[in-house]
Structures are given as structure tokens and as C-alpha cells.
């Protein structure tokens, strides 16, 4: 028969690895995955509990009189600082005595659920214009906005629609930085662009894994070693692929 405190403790498990799922799974560092957690795990009432997290796995493990080990396995990752904001406020809630354990953990399994993610639409629309914009930063002329917009938007669309059916991220990020290749080079043939260099570059930013190379920077510095070593590898690969897109097209039309 299950006692209160063993419920207790499933319960607070429960809640800490859901926590660290979402905010994992969305794009948070590691040390605010395992700090998220701890806090969690001390404002209801288990202090001494530890966890450890890596990009691809929890390890969580609650205090108590029986102590108890429990794993989560983290297959896909992907960017969604909204629900990394909304993790850290029931995580915030919850430590004010706001919410009770119970309470809490019903906001998280929301959470989980939601789409809060942007229509694919207007994500297109928003990369296109930040590629115009990244083209101006880099000293670009503004007849060359245009092209980098069209660039930039056609590339990022491949990329969301590659991704639902291509299980290699990294693919995927080849072919779309293969298509932005060759849209910047045949709008400069027919006249449409005119300098290349700042095209390709304004385009490709969209694709670059900022968020990923910010973390692992911060990863290694908080002492993660294995995460800040892996995320950083991850990022040198991304970065690979779109280079390697870019310059098989060069190739190809030089």
C-alpha cells in the first residue's frame, strides 16, 4: 500500500523530471535544467535531491527515506523559449507557495501539450526579413534586400518542410543552404542581386545555431563539460552542413 510520503515523493519526481523535460526539450542550458529541478525538489520538502543532465537524458534522483532514481530519455530538441519561460514560472510559482505540488504538475503537463510555436508562415515571413536585415548590418546596399529576403525565406521554408520528413537535421540544413546558394548566385547572373557574398551571408543566418553555440559557451562555463562539449560539437556540424551547401553550389556554378 502506497504510504503519503512515497506518493509524495512520486509526485515531486514526477514534477521535477517534467520540469526538466520541457525546459531541455525547448532549448534551455543544462545548468538551469538541473537548478530548475533541485529548486523544485527543495520547495517540496526534499533539500538533499540531485540530478544530473545531459542533451540526450535526465538522471534525477529524490531524497527522502527510499530513495529513488529515475531516467528520461530526451529524443528531440528543438528552439521554444516561450515554454522555457513558462516552466520557470510554475518552477517560480511553486517556491512562493503559489501552487501546490498537485497544481503544478497539471501546468506542466499543459504546458508540454501546447503548440505555442509560431505558424510556420509567419516563421517564414520573419526569417525573410531578417535575412534583408542581417545583409544591411553587414554593410549590404538596399538593392540587394529584396534578393536576400527571397533568398533567406525560400531556404528556411525547405528547412521546416525538410524536417518533417528528413530524420537527419543535418541533411536538411545541407539542401537548404544548397537552395539559398543557388538563389543568391542565379538572382546576381540575371541582374536581380549584385553582391553576392553579402546575399549568401544575410541568407544563411536564419539557419545558424546561435542558440545552440550560446549554450554550450555557457555550459562550459558553468562546468558541464559533457553537455558544453557535445552541444558545441552538434554546432560545429550544423555550421559544417550550411557550409558545405554553400560551397557545392559555388562550385557548381563557377
Not at 520538502?45 to 532514481?69: C, K, L
Not at 543566418?205 to 562550459?220: F, H, Q, S
Request: proline share 3%.
Amino acid at each position: 500500500m502506497t504510504t503519503h510520503s512515497e506518493s509524495r515523493e512520486r509526485i515531486t519526481s514526477e514534477l521535477c523530471l517534467l520540469a526538466g523535460k520541457i525546459i531541455l526539450q525547448s532549448g534551455g542550458e543544462t545548468h538551469r535544467v538541473e537548478d530548475t529541478m533541485i529548486r523544485i525538489a527543495a520547495a517540496s520538502g526534499f533539500p538533499d535531491s540531485q540530478s544530473y543532465v545531459t542533451p540526450t537524458g535526465i538522471i534525477f534522483a529524490i531524497g527522502g527515506a527510499n530513495p529513488v532514481t529515475r531516467f528520461v530519455r530526451i529524443s528531440d530538441r528543438s528552439t521554444d523559449l516561450s515554454k522555457v519561460t513558462l516552466a520557470n514560472d510554475v518552477s517560480r510559482r511553486l517556491s512562493l507557495g503559489e501552487l501546490s505540488a498537485a497544481e503544478a504538475l497539471a501546468r506542466l503537463r499543459e504546458i508540454e501539450a501546447a503548440r505555442v510555436v509560431y505558424p510556420a508562415w509567419l516563421q517564414i515571413v520573419a526569417a525573410a526579413f531578417v535575412s534583408g536585415c542581417f545583409l544591411i548590418m553587414f554593410k549590404g546596399g538596399w538593392n540587394d534586400f529584396v534578393p536576400a529576403m527571397l533568398a533567406g525565406g525560400a531556404g528556411f521554408a525547405l528547412l521546416l518542410a525538410l524536417h518533417r520528413f528528413v530524420p537527419v537535421r543535418f541533411f536538411a540544413e545541407f539542401l537548404s543552404a544548397a537552395v539559398i546558394g543557388g538563389l543568391s548566385i542565379l538572382f546576381v547572373r540575371i541582374g536581380f542581386g549584385h553582391e553576392l557574398d553579402l546575399i549568401m551571408i544575410g541568407s544563411v543566418m536564419p539557419l545558424v545555431p546561435g542558440l545552440l553555440i550560446t549554450n554550450a559557451v555557457r555550459d562550459l562555463m558553468a562546468g558541464h563539460l559533457v553537455s558544453g562539449l557535445s552541444k558545441g560539437a552538434e554546432a560545429l556540424l550544423t555550421a559544417s552542413a550550411i557550409g558545405a551547401g554553400i560551397a557545392v553550389m559555388l562550385s557548381a556554378w563557377s
